[in-house]
């Protein structure tokens, strides 16, 4: 009889797996369908000083977007080059690596989509449009949905692998 409700709570679990990441994805698809409808207005100053906030604000922009490409750039490079390192490792050592390069690209993904966001943001503070809104609206969305499942990845690796400071063995 104990035995039924952790299965239950399992069986709640996986339906709530599943209706999380649709209902993400059926916002996304509302706010692209919103935004294509409805053509972006801007506001108009209100501040003296707003040219040079522009300016200023555009830097920062520009160095954040920079950031996550680069942050972006070199998860990918890395990743590229950690696989190629273990190509030709025997295959339950080569399972293992490829599953932390997966969670350490995923990280870094994660971290650059972090920096993207905070070039939204500050792109929003400068000149606030519906459009705007709307797009970081979308990108938060997304965000969390990549952050969900990332961290079903991590709990599947940690079934798979054990924790996370989990190395494999050398042979």
């Given at each position: ?38 053509p ?102 997304l ?19 054990g ?9």
């Amino acid at each position: 009889m104990t035995e039924k409700q952790p299965q239950t709570t399992r069986n709640g679990e996986h339906w709530f797996s599943y209706i999380l990441p649709v209902s993400i994805i059926a916002g996304l698809v509302a706010l692209l369908i919103v935004m294509s409808g409805h053509p972006t207005e801007e506001l108009q100053p209100i501040i003296p000083q707003e040219e040079w906030l522009n300016v200023t604000a555009g830097y920062l922009i520009i160095a954040a977007e920079a950031a996550a490409a680069f942050v972006i750039g070199a998860a990918v490079l890395r990743a590229v080059v950690s696989y190629v390192q273990h190509l030709l490792d025997p295959m339950t050592r080569q399972i293992d690596y490829t599953e932390r390069i997966r969670l350490r690209l995923g990280h870094m993904l994660n971290l650059g989509l972090e920096f993207a966001m905070g070039s939204d943001i500050l792109r929003l503070a400068v000149s606030p449009s519906t459009g705007d809104v709307i797009i970081l609206f979308a990108i938060v969305l997304l965000r969390i949905l990549l952050n969900y499942f990332l961290e079903r990845e991590i709990r599947s690796s940690e079934e798979f692998c054990g924790p996370g400071d989990y190395v494999p063995p050398l042979e």
